[in-house]
């Protein structure tokens, strides 16, 4: 008897990718949801260090059209994504994510050109960081986002000569990934697999177009910049729309909207090394403190996870 229902209850369990949540995750799930997040921002970097080697031919506008067009062509064919049939509950994010990657990789892309990689990325962590207190209500999660949110500002050292359409560029960004955040979650519980990301990667190449065809009429593109673009647009763009969507399956919103703050730490990294970005003493104090906040989170999500499970493994000694 013990043995059939120990059955029924794993064949009722909820598979991997299909109607997982950050609610009924393992230890082991959560874990590969962190590993998730890092795959996605030092890619995430890395790829916007290359994006911006490209500006000098292209431009910011030029390098996030590329992107756009590069995720459709890689994500359409793999994914085949259906478009008809689609719900009007399942339309409202797919929308919304079009208009946030258009204005997060260009505000964002606009603010490299104008204040350099690693303040521009740092600044637009304060939207992720936003969605990690809003969503937060224990203090030590609070105490680790303002902890982190201390690391940005010691980071960036910034002066009283500083760039305000940069940084109100940089900023503009930080309000779109945070509803990228919520977004693609939103998308992940509605649609299936990638289908969701690759509709929205898709209607954005669309709408891309017109603006891709006038820009590159008057800005001729080289083949090292195109090049660049590409591998931008694959490390930037497709390496972390998937990622993120699995791993928002996989811990909850505030987890990873805290956890993310390691992204000026892959920023700075990628400035130094692709685009010879110097680290100055308070930028390397300051990614110490962003990497310590998230250990601490997500050392508190482990313990979080162990004790459902527990309480699980509890209520089925009880039954």
């Known amino acids: 008897m013990d043995t059939l229902e120990t059955t029924d209850r794993t064949r009722n369990a909820p598979a991997d990718g299909e109607q997982l949540s950050a609610a009924t995750a393992t230890s082991r799930q959560r874990g590969a949801g962190i590993v998730m997040m890092l795959t996605s921002s030092a890619s995430n970097q890395t790829g916007a260090a290359l994006g911006a080697l490209a500006f000098p031919a292209i431009g910011p506008v030029g390098v996030v059209a590329v992107r756009q067009f590069v995720t459709a062509i890689v994500l359409t064919p793999i994914v085949r ?23 997060m990789n260009l505000s964002l892309y606009a603010a490299i050109d104008r204040i350099g990689l690693g303040l521009a990325v740092t600044l637009e962590f304060l939207g992720p960081l936003t969605v990690a207190i809003a969503s937060s209500r224990r203090v030590l999660d609070i105490a680790c986002a303002v902890l982190a949110g201390v690391g940005v500002v010691v980071l960036t050292n910034p002066g009283p000569t500083a760039d305000i359409i940069g940084i109100t560029l940089a900023l503009l960004a930080a309000t779109a990934w945070g509803s990228y955040i919520l977004l693609n979650r939103t998308l ?40 660049l673009s590409v591998a931008c647009g694959l490390m930037s763009s497709l390496v972390p729309y998937v990622a993120d969507l699995l791993a928002l399956r996989r811990v909850p919103a505030r987890m990873y909207g805290t956890f993310a703050s390691i992204n000026p730490v892959w920023a700075a990294l990628a400035g130094w090394g692709l685009l010879r970005q110097a680290l100055d003493l308070n930028e390397w104090i300051g990614i110490g403190m962003i990497v310590i906040s998230n250990v601490v989170v997500s050392a508190r999500g482990f313990t979080s996870s162990r004790e459902r499970g527990r309480a699980a493994a509890l209520r089925d000694i009880a039954d």
């Open 81 to 103: 994504p259906r478009l008809r049939g689609l719900r009007k509950d399942q339309w409202r994010p797919i929308l919304g994510l079009v208009v946030v990657f258009s204005v």
């Open 188 to 227: 992940g519980q509605r649609l299936p697999g990638l289908q969701g990301t690759a509709v929205a990667g898709l209607v954005t190449a669309a709408a891309w177009t017109p603006i891709a065809v006038t820009w590159f009429a008057f800005h001729a593109p080289t083949a090292a910049a195109i090049a």
